[in-house]
């Protein structure tokens, strides 16, 4: 995967469970890290990427045991259109 990327997932807490981007039919995928990572940590655990996975997951946090849901983000288009006639 390129340099697609449109952010990092998160759980409730902050903690990083992966990265989040786009292939190039515009799905999202999510890069899902082995270990979440505490950036308040002061050794912060490296980074291992254990697979990429579609919309429609359910992922633990393996620091804190809040469950996310990754779902397909809502086009921003609508939301930029709309606003540019507001």
Do not use: W
Not at 53 to 74: E, L, T, Y
């Amino acid at each position: 995967m390129s340099n697609n990327l449109i952010g990092n997932k998160r759980c409730s807490r902050g903690h990083i469970l992966g990265q989040m981007r786009k292939n190039g039919t515009g799905t999202e995928l999510l890069e899902l890290f082995r270990q979440a990572i505490d950036y308040d940590q002061e050794m912060p655990e490296s980074v291992d990427v254990i697979g990429i996975f579609s919309a429609g997951q359910m992922i633990r946090c393996s620091i804190c045991g809040d469950v996310v849901d990754f779902h397909q983000a809502r086009p921003r288009r609508r939301f930029a259109a709309r606003a540019a006639f507001e």
